[in-house]
Nanobody, 127 residues
Framework: EVQFVESGGGLVQAGGSVRLSCATS????????IGWFRQAPGKEHERVSC??????YLADSVKGRFTISSDNAKNTVYLQINNLKPEDTAVYYC??????????????????????WGKGTLVTVSS
């Protein structure tokens, strides 16, 4: 069974930091791109970061504050968020799509193209 389990969200003060985790199982981790997306209530979804076995992507809006990383031995992807802002408040989802030698991460890793999704973890930033 393919599973994605996000964790690490919660209520955080502006200026603080959180590390979100996406623990995966049930597929060949190295053959997929993993992405982080977020959506605030009543707002459109947003792609924030993606990672593959050879590339990373960060949205311009989060560069300098967000860092994506992976631990392949644990089949887990992390999203480190520093200097949290109230506008970071959202449900954060991880998702996966097959990724191969001819793939381009920024094209593959899109909301409408991901095959497997977690249920999300809520980050609430107070000020």
């Amino acid at each position: 069974e393919v599973q994605f389990v996000e964790s690490g969200g919660g209520l955080v003060q502006a200026g603080g930091s959180v590390r979100l985790s996406c623990a995966t199982s049930g597929f060949t981790f190295d053959d997929y791109a993993i992405g982080w997306f977020r959506q605030a209530p009543g707002k459109e979804h947003e792609r924030v970061s993606c990672i593959s076995n050879d590339s990373t992507y960060l949205a311009d809006s989060v560069k300098g504050r967000f860092t994506i990383s992976s631990d392949n031995a644990k089949n887990t992807v992390y999203l480190q968020i520093n200097n949290l802002k109230p506008e970071d408040t959202a449900v954060y989802y991880c998702a996966a799509r097959p990724y191969g030698v001819y793939a381009l991460l920024s094209i593959i890793c899109r909301w409408g193209g991901m095959d497997y999704w977690g249920k999300g973890t809520l980050v609430t930033v107070s000020s």
